[in-house]
Every structure is written in structure tokens, then in C-alpha cells.
């Protein structure tokens, strides 16, 4: 089989579960940094930049993911749905962790990144078969005004994470060294996070022991716990 045939089983790899608590496991670092240990006093710069980098590597993975999710799910309404719902629900954890403040109109949590990237990919794949030059230019409207919405919603990552959600949908199929490549490049801002292409390369296609809404629910509850935190430590806007 060529190597497009990216989702084959491998002998040797993770699963999408496992590249979950990667994800899970760095995001939390990451949060952990911004909302408790910069609020702490005499908290030092050089630890919360340690923290702050290996945080780095949960977006590229949650974009991935998503991506699979949306290949693979039985019901790509349903999974919107529930990305939609999370995103409601999270949002003023979010704001209380991140800004210190129970609202925050100028910023919104990456649930609703997801859910502007799973809406573009929808009409994607709706229209990817088409090659006429109406659908080519459909396509890039979808691509253009996703973006759009992404920046104007101050979704967490702008425009550029829902960006990042389509680039791993269009180089989903291609040769391996040409995704790893595309993610390296596109991730190159940040220092670390082109790292998580080594997870994501040792991906097997297999789903894993999966805790569905668990996955969902760690979200919103640490984003809480630490909100509530740094309320006790800085008060609360």
C-alpha cells in the first residue's frame, strides 16, 4: 500500500485515545501556567516558559483529532452538536481561568474554534468531489469566510487555528513526509509545537480505549478548577 494510505494499521503506535491524553495532558500544563502559576507570587518567568512550551503541542493534536473525528464518526451532526454544547458550557470556566473574569466578550474557547473548523470541513467535503470552477471558488469562500468568522468571534487561535483545521483536512491523504512537512512549516511560530508531529506520526488508526464525554467534560472542569483558583488568589473582574 502507498504511504497516502495514512490511517493502515501500524504495527507499532498509538491510538487516538492515547493522542487524546497527550493532548489533555499538555493543555492542562499549558492552562495550568496562564490561570495558577503566573497569578502566584514570586512565580518565575523562566518556569512559566517551560510550561507555557510544552503546552504548545495540544493544538496541533486537537486539530488532528478533529479532523479523524470527522472521517470517522457515524453522525457528523451529532459530533457538531456536541462541540457546540461544550463550547456553551466552557465558555465562562474559560473566561475565569484565562482573563480572570466571568465575561470576557473579546475572547471565546477553542470548543468554538473546533466548531467553526467542523462547519467549514461539512461543506468541504460536500462539494470536494467537484472540480468545476464554481465549486473551486465555493470552496475557497467557505475557507475564506471560516477564517473570517474565526477572527471576528475572537475565537481562541483566530483565524489562523480554524486554518490550521483544514490544512490537516487537505494533506490528510498525502504522503506522510509531506504532512509532517506542512505541520512543521505551519506550526514553525511557535517553538515547540512543531513536536507534535511525533505523536501524530506514530498514530496506528486505531480509536483506543475511548471515554467519550469524559474527553469532553476535562474541558470545562479544569478551565473551573482553575478558574476558581485564581479567583481565591487575584479576585475575580
Given amino acids: 500500500m502507498e504511504d497516502v494510505q495514512h490511517n493502515a494499521h501500524k504495527k507499532y503506535g ?17 492552562h495550568f501556567a496562564v490561570a495558577v ?4 507570587p514570586g512565580s518565575s518567568y523562566e ?10 503541542l495540544a493544538f496541533p493534536i486537537y486539530c488532528f483529532l478533529l479532523v479523524e473525528g470527522f ?3 457515524r453522525n457528523v451532526g451529532k459530533y457538531l ?3 457546540f454544547l461544550f463550547a456553551l458550557i466552557s465558555e465562562i470556566p474559560f473566561n475565569m481561568a484565562i482573563f480572570g473574569s466571568v465575561f470576557y466578550p473579546q475572547g471565546q474557547n477553542v470548543y468554538f474554534t473546533l466548531c467553526i473548523g467542523l462547519g467549514a470541513l461539512i ?40 486554518l ?7 494533506i490528510r491523504d498525502m504522503q506522510e513526509w509531506i504532512r509532517n512537512t506542512a505541520v512543521i512549516c505551519a506550526f514553525a511560530y511557535e517553538v ?20 467519550k464525554y469524559l474527553f469532553y467534560a476535562i474541558y470545562p472542569a479544569h478551565l473551573l478548577l482553575f478558574g476558581l483558583v485564581r479567583v481565591c488568589l487575584m479576585g475575580v473582574g
Fill in 14 to 30: 498509538i491510538s487516538a485515545a492515547v493522542l487524546k491524553w497527550i493532548a489533555v495532558a499538555t493543555m492542562v500544563i499549558d
Fill in 123 to 162: 461543506m468541504l467535503e460536500r462539494y470536494r468531489a467537484r472540480y468545476e470552477v464554481r465549486y473551486v471558488l465555493l470552496r475557497l469562500l467557505v475557507i475564506v469566510m471560516a477564517a473570517y468568522i474565526g477572527e471576528v468571534m475572537d475565537v481562541d487561535y483566530h483565524a489562523q487555528g480554524v
Fill in 164 to 170: 490550521f483545521i483544514i490544512m490537516f483536512y487537505y
Fill in 37 to 40: 502559576y503566573w497569578q502566584m
Fill in 81 to 83: 452538536r456536541n462541540c
Fill in 192 to 211: 515547540t509545537a512543531p513536536l507534535a508531529v511525533i505523536p501524530i506520526h506514530f498514530y496506528d488508526g486505531e480509536r483506543g480505549r475511548q471515554h
Fill in 47 to 56: 518556569v512559566y516558559y517551560v510550561l507555557r512550551k510544552v503546552g504548545r
Fill in 71 to 73: 472521517f470517522h464518526t
